[in-house]
């Protein structure tokens, strides 16, 4: 005996092509969520994005100031750290000596007298992103370190680095405090030492 079994339907070609994609009001309705979720998102990088910014800078201030005492040491003194002058590479945020957010150098001073002068060697430069205020808490736009790696300043100097936006307020604020011998800490939360 034989048993006939019944053939399946053949689902319509519409079906099919159907199930290949998404339709445009799908793809509408994740790109709406998406957007509602990167919206809610966004002000919460903020604070991150300035500690970045600020970490950033503080580095450089950091190393700045171990590589100058090294090559101090290194070349028996003469070695200093100026603030880049006020409208260097259109910069515009450095118009007092206290001021060096456009950022500074490292170079033999020959003469010893703080200021880079024609055929004094430039060991590096370091400059800043616009978003943060580095001051010199001792409102000198330069220092230098001798043949023993120490700065020409008796007291300890610092660093307060801020983001524009946040201020002094800022949780991102921080201070970097060196002694004259070179030693380097670092103050979260605090412009001064």
Known sequence: MLVHHPVPARRPAQ???HALGFTAIE??????????????AVPSFGPM?????????????????YVARSEAIKRGGRVSVRKMANGTDGCSFASTNQEWS?????FVDADENGNLDAGEEILQSFQMPTSV??????SA?????DRWGRTNN??????AIVP?????????ATAVCFSSGGRVRVDKGSVTC
Do not use: D
Request: glycine share 4%; net charge positive; with cysteine.
């Open 102 to 106: 456009c950022g500074w150098i490292i």
């Open 15 to 17: 079906t099919a092509r």
């Open 27 to 40: 793809l509408l309705i994740v790109i709406t969520i998406l957007a509602v979720l990167t919206a809610m």
């Open 164 to 172: 524009r936006a946040g201020g002094v307020a800022s949780p991102a």
């Open 141 to 145: 736009a330069s220092f230098r370190f």
């Open 154 to 159: 008796i007291n300890a100097a610092s660093f």
């Open 133 to 138: 205020n580095v001051m010199n808490n001792n």
């Open 49 to 65: 994005i300035e500690r970045w910014r600020t970490n950033q800078a503080v580095n450089n201030i950091t190393s700045t100031i």
